[in-house]
């Protein structure tokens, strides 16, 4: 059977195949379809980082490569990256991650970082195969609000970030990545002097959630039920403390990996060219 590999060239195939391999999750492939052309529209994801896999013709696997310049350095992302279940355990889903590496590293970053269930052992095995280190634990976290709103005033999302503490946060929560939405709400406490509290909200997902305080109160937070993603797991963390003492839930565990840059000379040839090809065992 012959392998292709090369650049994500349209949604139409890739959706179907994520979602078929994360189908644990339950997305149909209209909404992954929705999801990848909206982060191809706010260039949230490069179409020649990212990889598909072609198997005879047919795409059995995707690998969403994303990348921001932010505090003077690039950093790369491998996001979702899965194979369907019929054609798993075949080396397809190493030659994805492989391709995808390779080209995040001719774009220059520094580092490329990734995400995984804490339960995932099969797939945390194959990044350390291929350079990745453990660096933490990030959380879930669900938390109930109060009725009505919260405490302190409506801010732009850029005013939010600017207040920002000095941090090193997950991609997903780094300020030229949430820069890229133009549909977020934000929140400053309190509503004169200096802010102790920030937040920026997209539906019942908080985006961003920082706090010099953690005796945050329920009256800081949105209204309704609201998931928090990509919180490290530090228990000096004041926002870790501020959703504990609210009895906010942690709902999930990932663990952050992260592989330093390779420099051209250490990357396989294979990397160099825009498709690879070769076989795999029926």
Same mark, same amino acid.
């Given at each position: 059977m012959s392998l292709a590999i090369g650049p994500l060239d349209g949604v139409e195939e890739a959706a179907p195949a994520l979602s078929s391999a994360f189908r644990d999750d339950g997305h149909p492939p209209s909404q992954w379809r929705r999801h990848l052309l909206a982060d191809?529209?706010?260039?949230?994801?490069?179409?020649?980082?990212?990889?598909? %896999?072609?198997?005879?013709?047919?795409?059995v696997g995707v690998a969403i490569a994303r990348w921001v310049d932010d505090a003077g350095e690039r950093i790369g992302h491998l996001g979702s990256t899965g194979v369907r279940p019929a054609f798993a355990r075949r080396g397809i889903g190493r030659a994805l991650v492989q391709a995808a590496l390779g080209a995040l590293d001719t774009l220059g970053c520094s580092r490329i970082t990734l995400e995984v269930a804490a339960e995932n052992s099969a797939a945390r095995a194959l990044y350390e195969s291929v350079g990745f280190e453990t660096r933490r634990e990030l959380l879930v976290w669900s938390l109930t609000g109060r009725s009505g709103a !919260?405490?302190?005033?409506?801010?732009? !999302?850029?005013?939010?970030?600017? %207040?920002?503490? *000095?941090?090193? !946060? %997950?991609?997903?929560?780094?300020s030229a990545y949430l820069r890229t939405?133009?549909?977020l709400d934000g929140w400053i406490c309190p509503s004169a002097g200096p802010p102790r509290a920030g937040l920026l909200r997209r539906g019942e997902a908080l985006f961003d959630?920082?706090?010099?305080?953690?005796?945050?109160?329920?009256?800081?937070? !949105?209204?309704?039920?609201?998931?928090?993603?990509?919180e490290p797991a530090e228990e000096t963390n004041p926002v870790h403390l501020a959703?504990?003492?609210?009895?906010?839930?942690?709902?999930?565990?990932?663990? *952050?990996?992260?592989?330093?840059?390779?420099?051209?000379? *250490?990357?396989p040839s294979e990397y160099r060219g825009a498709a690879i090809t070769g076989s795999v065992p029926k």
């Open positions: 191809l529209e706010a260039r949230r994801i490069d179409p020649d980082a990212s990889k598909v %896999a072609r198997l005879d013709g047919v795409v !919260p405490a302190g005033r409506r801010a732009a !999302p850029v005013e939010v970030l600017l %207040a920002r503490p *000095e941090t090193r !946060p %997950a991609f997903q929560r780094r939405f133009g549909d959630l920082w706090t010099h305080d953690p005796e945050l109160s329920r009256h800081d937070v !949105p209204p309704g039920r609201l998931t928090l993603l990509h959703l504990t003492r609210l009895g906010a839930e942690v709902t999930g565990r990932f663990l *952050e990996l992260e592989r330093r840059a390779r420099g051209v000379s *250490e990357r």
